[in-house]
């Protein structure tokens, strides 16, 4: 069973299309987050709820629109997508705030031409 | 804010050696250091943790070391595999009134040679 799902893998688009990625997670945790991963590997939060409300909200373009419909869910929004989105966006869970494991999900590799 | 370097950044090492990866930090009230292995192509995956109590953990080949007044924190990795070739993220916690984040190091691509 994955406990930390999203879809989809892979997204090829054009500059100025929208696209959204969903995450999900069945461990129960409470906090769900979503980092950026780019070239140079480095691992970047983008956004963090606990509970279905948002407590991270790192300096990431307002393009960018998280949605958590429940606990279980956190669905990440690009607007008018630009080349230096493209990157990995890993999905993640935890149950414990900060000191808790994360268990990340696959990653979403995102190419925008 | 708190600040985590973390080096080297890429480390090749001979199958059967030991690796060693530093990580150091800015916030002396950080309290949670883990460490994250990420192989290629894959997500990153915690591999042992350390809290600021403790001075040193062990599992199997891996441990990790803290040294609270040089604010700074290793990895070793002994007997050295081919599986154990990925990238090591270090991430320090910091004080309790942060908004719930880790802070990362830039991570460090080891290399095993055979």
């Known amino acids: 069973d994955t406990a930390v799902s999203q879809t989809p893998k892979y997204l090829v688009t054009q500059m100025g299309n929208d696209k959204s990625i969903k995450c999900e997670q069945n461990?129960?945790?409470?906090?769900m987050y979503w980092y950026k991963q780019d070239s140079k590997k480095f691992l970047k939060i983008m956004f963090s709820?606990?509970?279905?409300?948002?407590?991270i909200n790192e300096t990431v373009p307002n393009r960018f629109s998280p949605k958590s419909p429940d606990k279980a869910h956190l669905n990440l929004h690009i607007n008018s997508l630009e080349l230096g989105d493209s990157a990995v966006y890993f999905c993640?869970?935890?149950?414990?705030?900060?000191?808790?494991?994360?268990?990340f999900g696959e990653g979403s590799r995102l190419t925008v031409l | 804010g708190e600040n985590v370097e973390q080096h080297p950044s890429t480390l090749s090492v001979q199958e059967g050696d030991s690796a060693v990866i530093k990580c150091t930090y800015s916030?002396?009230?950080?309290?949670?250091f883990p460490w994250y292995k990420q192989e290629l192509g894959k997500r990153p995956q915690l591999i042992i943790d350390?809290?600021?109590n403790v001075g040193e953990k062990k599992d199997q080949r891996i441990a990790v070391t803290l040294n609270k007044t040089a604010k700074h924190f290793s990895l070793h990795i002994t007997e050295t595999q081919p599986e154990d070739s990925a990238v090591y993220f270090c991430?320090?916690?910091?004080?309790?009134?942060?908004?719930?984040?880790?802070?990362w190091g830039a991570g460090t691509k080891l290399i095993i040679k055979p």
């Open positions: 993640a869970s935890s149950q414990v705030k900060v000191t808790g494991e994360l268990f």
């Open positions: 461990l129960g945790h409470d906090t």
């Open positions: 709820y606990n509970n279905k409300e948002l407590i």
């Open positions: 916030d002396s009230a950080s309290n949670y």
């Open positions: 350390i809290r600021s």
């Open positions: 991430a320090a916690s910091p004080s309790s009134n942060s908004n719930y984040q880790l802070i």
